[in-house]
């Protein structure tokens, strides 16, 4: 017994094993299985490999590089700086930009001050005071531009004053322009030149049009029919972004530049364009704010003939602008669209298990159905045959044909 068995499984390992198909005559289920399979090719044709390209291999480690550089000048005329004419080095900060760049719109300027004691401002909250002991000596104003010095100051008729300080003298004036004093940098113009390189495929391009004209970056300005001008006006990228220059000019605020490069490279490259997008990015349309806008001071220092320091304090408004790069590239590659094909079989194999979930449970034949599919197979043991018992009605003959 122990060899038959042996050599039984042997033999097992030569056949040949199918699947036993049931073809089930029913409509509804037939409709819903041809739905499900329509489905799933749609998806994977339109969805996987038309609209997201899933037969290509992608990179999205962008490496980019941006220059930015303005050009423009501005004439003011005020009462403590007189006539003045500003060009790129008095409003640009820094004045090498690269991703971030700001450009001075308005300002408040404290000329000629000098370290020494003077009278807080009144618009500072702790720097209020009634007597000298509300002054501790050594102490620093807070949100104020000094330190205390024990005394009160006040005029001859009023009661409360401020604390005198140990500061830069006279102390900054609170009140700004009505109106930008650089309300004419809408009209400047700003260079913007990005070089971007998808390292997995070794690709590099520009946004500036390769040409020999010496003369095209002097005239000519970004549009739609010019999407390879890298230059641009101010106002423009203000109004793009959907807020008003002057407005903006006043107050300051922040504007994101952003150039986005998807890039097919199973096409030519002339087809891997820059797509710009322009958006306000401070909290200027949040309701009730009153941190909106941007500004920050800086000082120039200088030193009389006595050999005291002393500076001018500018407080400066303006529109920083954050210029943003991303972007990915995709090319033909034979593996990503062989698992992608290969999902859409596994997917097909879903919908065929989903079918034969509603044939074989939740129609009204599914008992039917069921049983026409699961063949069960009992095991029984064989009855052993009893030797035949002659009498006398059988003869040998019919004997030998059993």
């Given amino acids: 017994m122990g060899q038959v068995a042996w050599k039984g499984l042997f033999l097992s390992l030569f056949d040949y094993k199918t699947e036993k198909y049931v073809i089930a005559k029913n409509k509804k289920v037939g409709i819903l299985y041809r739905v499900v399979q329509l489905s799933i090719l749609a998806y994977l044709v339109g969805w996987v490999f038309v609209v997201k390209k899933g037969y290509q291999d992608t990179d999205t480690s962008l490496q980019s590089s941006v220059i930015t550089k303005l050009k423009g000048v501005a004439f003011t005329n005020t009462s403590e ?66 330190v205390k010095t024990g005394r009160c100051s006040k005029d001859r008729d009023s009661i409360r004053g401020t604390c005198e300080i140990l500061a830069w003298c006279p102390v900054e004036k609170r009140s700004k322009p009505k109106k930008p004093l650089l309300a004419s940098a809408e009209n400047f113009t700003v260079y913007i030149k990005n070089s971007i390189r998808f390292p997995k495929f070794k690709f590099s391009k520009m946004n500036v049009l390769a040409t020999d004209d010496e003369s095209y970056l002097k005239t000519c300005r970004y549009s739609t029919e010019h999407p390879y001008c890298p230059i641009f006006l101010l106002g423009n990228i203000v109004r793009w972004a959907g807020s008003d220059f002057q407005e903006m000019a006043l107050e300051g605020g922040v504007i994101g530049i952003q150039i986005e490069w998807n890039c097919d490279l199973d096409k030519a490259p002339s087809e891997c364009n820059p797509h710009y997008s322009f958006s306000r990015l401070d909290n200027k349309f949040a309701e009730k704010s009153i941190s909106s806008g941007y500004n920050f001071r800086f000082a120039k220092y200088y030193r009389d003939a006595e050999g005291v320091d002393y500076r001018t304090l500018i407080k400066a408004y303006g529109i920083r602008f954050d210029v943003m790069v991303n972007g990915k590239a995709g090319k033909f590659n034979i593996i990503p669209t062989i698992i992608n094909i290969g999902s859409g079989l596994a997917l097909m194999g879903a919908g065929a298990f989903f079918c034969d979930l509603v044939l074989l449970y939740l129609i009204k034949k599914s008992n039917f159905y069921r049983g026409k599919k699961y063949e069960e197979v009992k095991s029984s043991s064989r009855k052993s045959l009893s030797s035949p018992t002659l009498n006398g009605n059988q003869s040998p003959d019919q004997l030998g044909g059993l």
Avoid at 97 to 109: A, C, P
Avoid at 114 to 137: H, M, N, W
């Fill in 81 to 146: 700086l007189g006539e003045r004419l500003w060009d790129v080095a008095d409003y640009v900060i820094p004045p090498q930009g690269e991703n971030v760049f700001f450009v001075m719109t308005n300002l408040i300027v404290t000329p000629n001050q000098r370290q020494a004691t003077c009278p807080e401002s009144v618009s500072i909250p702790d720097a209020l005071c009634y007597k000298d002991g509300d002054c501790l000596a050594g102490e620093a104003v807070v949100a104020g531009n000094g």
